[in-house]
């Protein structure tokens, strides 16, 4: 039996409310995996026991169809945008025997400095069997793209504390290609000390920076240079005051919205002039559109600001509006969508991140208000154990409709319902999205529901159900013909289901990259 047929066939179980489920193959978990950076068992298991299981999921797969992960590796770096997990999945590849699929799968993978980073400190950790260390195959294929790094690239990848490019440098012997190159090369190995970098003007005012304790030179080469955040957060031991304000100048929109609590610490928006910068950034859509943020990002800085005594009303009006500009970078669906969050109890306690500070129901929430004022030909169901009825306006603003939708409140989790209820109005949709938190345990039952839809109203209709708390169970088996899964929550997976619906979103963090270089 070859692994697409042993993909195929499922094994039908009940859960413990009676309800069939389904388990998918080895395939289906890894691509999860990979598009969405969770596995099963994320909020049940330590960070330990989660990373051996993440590696051993892999491997295996690995070892059954090397080609496959290669292909899932590279899709959910440049479709899915994931950087870690792809990273992983291309050493886990250097240690199989085909060696030119891992150099294939390298060259797509690894696109920018925190790539190749993690890709030694992973070699190096001995945490996956089969690669010993950081040599052959890895080395070479280092060396190569090292070699065509630019000086921005060298100087954000040499801003990270644990060195590994100065490693992956040393151990890999790079060539230069002129004298610029072996000043550069020769000062990430630490061979060219800094203060005899006189060819790469951003190398310059980095060991300045380094050499200097005064604030106001700190911040005159910050400006000179656009220094990024990154790299002078690690040069200065505690920043003062005029480091963070020339660093709040600089910040592009995505990397203002993820350090607004820091720049709020460090007593930035104490002068009226910053504040004003602060919101004219948050309230450019243009900015909020290159940097490709979307609307999760901006709810959880806004979120997060507005918790604090001292919150400054103008920059939580400029949150809200950069919530409402960041609506254009999600999906633009052409057809009709069905967007159904599951509004049960449970979601308002499962949180969706490390930090505890965002629940399911803002998640299916922010999801559903930001696609009913981005696509023209949305509808929003929310059930529990039925559909509950409630009264959206596009033209509200998406905290109103996410307000409205996360604070409803149900007693029991039916998947169907919000099918059915498309049954009986005879509403022809193109995608259904379902957002839940739980197996389902009431009604009729999702297959069933689903098939006699597809059948009698909508034949060509795709299904994407979202389970925010990763489960092995699913609702449909995996051969289900247009039904796709995803196990847990990260902001990758608003990309995973625009690629469902035949749309394609680009990546914040490398459009942030290349409006900075």
């Known amino acids: 039996m070859n692994l697409s047929t042993h993909m195929s066939q499922v094994a039908v179980r009940r859960n413990h409310h009676g309800m069939p489920t389904f388990v998918h193959g080895l395939r289906d978990q890894v691509r999860n995996f990979l598009r969405t950076g969770t596995l099963t068992g994320t909020f049940y298991v330590g960070a330990v026991e989660l ?107 040499a801003s990270s504390k644990t060195m590994a490019l100065r490693d992956a440098v040393r151990l890999s012997h790079p060539k230069p290609r002129d004298e610029k190159s072996r000043e550069l090369l020769g000062w990430l190995s630490g061979h060219v000390q800094g203060k005899k970098v006189f060819a790469n003007p951003m190398v310059v005012a980095l060991e300045a920076l380094k050499r200097t304790s005064d604030p106001v030179e700190q911040a005159e080469l910050i400006r000179r240079a656009r220094l990024p955040y990154e790299v002078v957060t690690v040069a200065v031991s505690n920043p003062s005051r005029e480091v963070w304000v020339e660093l709040l100048r600089n910040a592009p929109a995505l990397n203002l919205l993820m ?17 004003t910068i602060a919101c004219e950034k948050l309230s450019r859509p243009d900015a909020l559109r290159s940097a490709r943020v979307l609307p999760f990002q901006c709810y959880r800085a806004w979120k997060m600001y507005s918790q604090q005594s001292d919150a400054d009303p103008r920059i939580l009006a400029a949150l809200s509006d950069a919530l409402e500009h960041s609506v254009s970078n999600m999906p633009l669906f052409g057809g009709r969508v069905c967007l159904a969050p599951d509004v049960y109890g449970s979601m308002q306690s499962c949180f969706t991140n490390e930090k505890r500070s965002i629940s399911a129901a803002e998640v299916s929430g922010i999801f559903a208000a930001g696609l009913l004022k981005q696509c023209p030909n949305v509808t929003v ?31 029991s989790t039916s998947l169907s319902a919000p099918v059915s209820r498309l049954l009986q109005t005879r509403d022809k949709v193109d995608l259904f999205v379902g957002i839940t938190d739980n197996e389902e345990w009431v009604g009729r039952g999702f297959l069933e529901t689903w098939r006699q839809y597809v059948r009698e109203v909508s034949p060509d209709a795709k299904a994407v159900l979202i389970t925010v708390v990763p489960t092995l169970h699913c609702a449909a088996p995996e051969s289900e013909p247009g039904v796709y899964f995803v196990h847990g929550w990260s902001d990758a997976v608003m990309r995973y289901v625009s690629e469902i619906g035949g749309v394609s979103l680009q990546s914040a963090d490398e459009a942030e990259d290349d409006a900075e270089a």
Not at 259 to 275: A, C, K, P, W
Not at 384 to 411: C, M, Q, W, Y
Request: hydrophobic fraction near 40%.
């Open 51 to 157: 990373s051996k299981e993440m590696i051993d999921v892999l491997r295996r797969f690995g070892e059954q169809d090397p080609i496959a992960l290669s292909e899932e590796a590279i899709s959910a770096r440049e479709e899915g945008f994931m950087r870690t997990l792809p990273v992983i999945a291309t050493v886990v590849l250097s240690g199989l025997p085909n060696k030119q699929l891992f150099r294939q799968t390298f060259d797509r993978v690894i696109k920018i400095p925190r790539d190749l980073v993690q890709f030694v400190e992973i070699c190096k950790s001995g945490a996956i069997q089969g690669v010993h260390g950081f040599g052959g195959c890895r080395t070479d294929a280092a060396r190569a793209w090292i070699e065509s790094m630019s000086e921005f690239h060298a100087v954000k990848g």
């Open 259 to 275: 350090n607004l609590m820091t720049f709020t610490r460090h007593g930035v928006f104490s002068d009226q002039e910053n504040i």
């Open 381 to 411: 169901l929310p059930f529990e154990g039925h559909v509950v009825d409630v009264s959206l306006n596009p033209r509200d603003a998406v905290l109103t409709n996410a307000r409205k939708i996360s604070s409803l409140g149900g007693g």
